[in-house]
């Protein structure tokens, strides 16, 4: 026990980071939003199955598609080429898209007579020979907005922390809730901030989501900080140190947990990620980010902060038990 990390004298620059990191994701995110938010635009997808892919006629559809689109007076602003997705189920349908952007700026009736224009000149020319099931569809897409969806299930989060936060405070301690709490709110933010920041792909729900596991994630591991630090209080060796050694000492020894759990559940997600559907993929790989907000929190930021406290509490029960022994040697005199 010569070896003492000392979590306290890190809590300003944990403080710091957490502050800078959230301060930033919040200006970010009143200019920008988040990834799923996007201006309006105006698209012209053309599905194809897998006859096409394997025939390699995907230049030849292009061509066509660029031929009635400039015969229609449209400029296209971007140009992709996806797997088809079952959003009921968010799978991958076997078909794929070839999807033309288009400037808010277009007209409605322009851009869906240029849709038909297309289906019809893919199905009367004979020499496309593209030899597949093509159909061409025009989309107008909005910018949404999700405020009352993302403050419900923010309320509903908030809630269940609390309850098991308030759990934590009867098993383990006040000082350790007060801490939980401290963090679990640390985690939501800070991934919610990160998310802005990095701008990473979500669906419409993702970041309320993916705060939502980051406090789960936070709850999990001070729960397993708590049992650990509640099992090595008791050891008589701990007696001696101050609240900054016993809890930097007892932080020291929990890093297997995240060696011997964490780790693997990130790489199964990883692993998972990589393999799985690309709208699986959304879901999969930004789990990442959370856990390990949750893991910088739990293991740096959760114990620096615990250390005041629970410094604080154990003069309280000091005291406490003086005024208790005290009183019973008056009564005894």
């Known amino acids: 026990m010569t070896k003492r990390f000392l979590p306290g004298k890190w809590l300003p620059v944990w403080i710091a980071l957490s502050a800078v990191l959230i301060v930033a994701g919040v200006v970010l995110f009143s200019l920008f939003g988040f990834n799923y938010v996007s201006p309006e635009k105006k698209t012209v997808e053309i599905s194809y199955d897998a006859v096409v892919f394997i025939e390699e006629k995907e230049d030849k559809l292009a061509e066509e598609c660029e031929k009635v689109f400039a ?37 409605d009736d322009v851009l869906v007579k240029a849709a038909d224009d297309l289906q019809k000149a893919i ?11 093509i159909s061409v569809s025009a989309h107008t897409l909005a910018g949404e907005q999700f405020h009352e969806g993302s403050w419900r299930a923010a309320i509903a989060l908030g809630v269940a922390a609390i309850v098991a936060l308030v759990y934590v405070g009867f098993r383990f301690g006040w000082a350790d809730a007060i801490t939980g709490l401290i963090a679990c709110v640390n985690d939501v933010l800070l991934t919610l901030s990160l998310f802005a920041l990095v701008r990473i792909p979500v669906y419409a729900y993702g970041p309320v989501l993916f705060a939502g596991i980051a406090a789960v994630f936070s709850v999990i591991c001070w729960l397993v900080q708590c049992m650990k630090m509640r ?21 020291a020894g929990s890093w ?16 998972l990620g990589a393999v799985a559907s690309s709208g699986l993929r959304l879901f999969l790989l930004p789990v990442l980010l959370p856990l390990a907000v949750s893991v910088y929190s739990s293991f740096l930021l959760a114990p620096a902060v615990l250390v ?21 040697a008056e009564a005894q005199e």
Do not use: H
């Open 231 to 251: 099992e090595n209080f008791k050891d008589p060796a701990f007696a001696s140190l101050t609240a900054q050694e016993a809890v930097g000492l007892s932080v």
């Open 256 to 271: 297997k947990f995240a060696c011997c759990f964490l780790i693997p559940v990130a790489v199964v997600f990883a692993v």
């Open 71 to 107: 015969q229609s007076g449209l400029d296209y602003t971007g140009k992709r080429t996806d797997s088809e997705l079952d959003m009921s189920y968010i799978s991958e349908t076997g078909n794929y898209l070839l999807v033309y952007t288009f400037s808010s700026d277009v007209k």
């Open 308 to 328: 005041p406290f629970k410094s604080k509490f154990d003069k309280m029960k000091s005291s406490r038990k003086k005024y208790v022994g005290k009183k019973k």
């Open 123 to 133: 199905d009367a020319d004979a020499n496309l020979n593209l030899n597949g099931t």
